[in-house]
């Protein structure tokens, strides 16, 4: 009796035939090469962007230390330069 519960668990559910459930399989094997298509993309998009942020952390970095050298020797000019560039800045709007 116990070999009847198995084998039938192992037939297609009723009103679907063999034929059906392979279209399905088809169907799915299709959307996971889809998303993981999609997947990799995704990835590749966000390596670059990435890759564009450190380089962005990079130069504001050295802009910085070099903002920093000039304010240590002439006391006062990182505030005029900055009142000046925001002055440029608000012009262009």
Known sequence: MSEQATSTGSRP???E????LR??????????LRLR???VSKEAELGAVKGR??????????IAGAAGRIESRVPGLG??????????QSQRR
């Open 79 to 88: 505030r005029l330069v900055g009142t000046a560039l925001r002055m440029l």
């Open 13 to 15: 559910p009723e009103g």
């Open 37 to 39: 298509d999609l997947l």
């Open 17 to 20: 035939s063999e034929s059906q």
């Open 23 to 32: 279209a399905e399989l088809a169907r799915q094997k299709e959307e996971i």
């Open 53 to 62: 942020l450190a380089e962005l952390d990079d130069r504001s970095q050295r």
